[in-house]
Each structure stands twice: as C-alpha cells, then as structure tokens.
C-alpha cells in the first residue's frame, strides 16, 4: 500500500555511536533464541517501505490534550521514548489485539539463503496465545496463558506434547517493545496518510560507520542501521522496523526486524483443546 505524505517535515537530529550501541545490543538479545518460519508466510508490513507523496487533505486521529504530534515526539526531531511507549500501551490496554514479530536474515553467497523465524503473540483480556515458528528445524511452540494456569505445546515430526508452566511464560510488554526499538534521542518526523487518516514514520538513521556490540555470547559488528515506525497521533505504534548488516565469519548478513499490530478490538483467543482440563501433567497428544 502506498501512503501519502503530508507536508511539513520535522526537523531531524541524529544520536551519536552510544544511541547506535545500546539500541542493537538490545534487539540482537531480545530476538535470540526464536523459533522459525516457513519461507512463504506472510511478514508484517513494514515502516520503512512507505512510499510518501504529497496529499492537500487527510482526517486524523485525535492526539492526547490538543497536542499536534504523538506524544513524546517534539517539533525539533527529539524523542522521548518513555513517553511514547506509554501512549502505545495505554492504547492497547483493555481492548485485544495481536502483535507479530518477524526476523529474516539473508546470508550473501551462492546460493543465498534466507532464514526465518516468527512470534505471534495474541491476547484478549488475561488470555494470551503465544506461537513460535520458522524455517529451521526446530520444534514449534505455542504457549497458551490465563488465569488457571500456563501451558507448552512443543511440536515436532515425530511427537507432540503438552506441559505446564510455572508463571506466564516471557513475553516482551507492548511498553517495552517500542522502548526497545525506538531507543533513540533524536528522529526525523513525517505525516503520511492512511486511508485517509494521518499517521506519522519516525525513522532514525545513525550516522556511519560500524558498531561493535556485544550479543549474549558473540560479538557483532553492524553497519547500515535504519530503525523506522508508524504511528497515530495518540502514540499507537502501529508498525516498527529494524534493518542492519552484519558479518558472520566471511559471509555478510542482512537481518531485517519487524513488528506489526493488528487485530485492535478483534482478537479472540480460547483456550485451546490441548490444554488439560483438570490435573497438572505432561502428555502426548495426537
């Protein structure tokens, strides 16, 4: 889809090498440790592939006390990011909705390769559906959480099983998500329409050179770093996108990070049929 742009820009100011640092070494740990997904489904829509012309009119979504920008985005191109995830959360809260997140990784070569792994995370009011999947031979998982407990459904070819859980499982909040991704001082600021309603990119691009950061157990070394997100005026970010290159041994890598919510007020999650209805145990299921 092609989204409009509406004139003005906000002015843009970028962070230096420290805001490039803290906001990989965030991601590449927070995205360890996925599961895979099967090279023909379905990705999220990404920020950074908006397409802005300009438009004479657009209706808007109404912003938090008058304000003419999403909250924590300033005229001057500054960010605070505290603030803004907030606003994201506090438009989620009470109502159901699904967040996907979805990581490729393109390995140069001959031939080239793609790897995939995606998280769907689905939750109406204290029910929450957790799918994992991808194009590696792990197992599939999928975590289903509410109030009477937490289960485990690992998938294989060869058996599936059910276990239960102490607590309710490790997802990233919505607040945290957007903190993560936006871990920046400075942005550049441009209102895009949307089926007639204006929205607003918020791109950073730090400035050039490679990043050395430090991943759980390896070290990666990162250039080319772009991080944009759409968002309405009242601080729903609707779509985040990280894209950077790194080097894995002699071959170069292109890792592309997204997010997308949807499904705001339609999201139905039930408790499904492999969850065991009585006693807590382990089984094997058909």
């Not at 909250?71 to 438009?91: E, K, Y």
């Not at 060869?158 to 957007?178: F, K, Y």
């Not at 209102?191 to 929205?199: A, D, I, K, N, Y």
Request: hydrophobic content about 35%; some cysteine.
């Amino acid at each position: 889809m092609t989204d409009r742009r509406v004139p003005p820009t906000v002015a843009r100011s970028l962070g230096g090498p420290a805001y490039r640092r803290t906001l990989l070494a965030v991601l590449l740990v927070v995205t360890a440790g996925c599961g895979a997904l099967p090279a023909g489904t379905d990705q999220p829509t990404a920020a950074d592939t908006l397409t802005p012309v300009p438009v004479p009119n657009a209706t808007d979504d109404p912003g938090p006390d008058g304000e003419s920008l999403p909250p924590g985005v300033s005229a001057n191109g500054t960010l605070d990011v505290d603030r803004l995830a907030r606003a994201h959360a506090d438009a989620l809260a009470g109502t159901s909705y699904t967040e996907t997140f979805a990581r490729t990784v393109t390995v140069a070569g001959a031939p080239t390769t793609v790897r995939q792994s995606l998280r769907r995370v689905a939750v109406d009011g204290n029910a929450t559906l957790v799918e994992r999947a991808g194009t590696t031979l792990a197992p599939r998982r999928t975590v289903y959480s509410d109030p009477r407990g937490t289960y485990l459904r690992v998938s294989d070819p060869n058996r599936t099983r059910v276990v239960e859980l102490n607590g309710s499982g490790r997802v990233p909040t919505p607040e945290a998500t957007v903190s993560r991704f936006l871990d920046g001082p400075a942005v550049d600021v441009t209102p895009v329409e949307r089926r007639g309603t204006v929205l607003y990119r918020i791109a950073a691009t730090p400035e050039d050179g490679p990043a050395v950061l430090e991943a759980r157990r390896e070290t990666v070394t990162a250039t080319n770093v772009s991080v944009t997100a759409l968002v309405a005026r009242s601080g729903f970010v609707r779509e985040l996108a990280v894209t950077y290159v790194r080097e894995d041994r002699t071959r170069q890598q292109r890792v592309r990070l997204a997010v997308e919510y949807t499904g705001l007020g339609t999201t139905d999650v039930a408790r499904p049929s492999w969850v065991p209805v009585n006693e807590s145990r382990e089984r094997s299921v058909p």
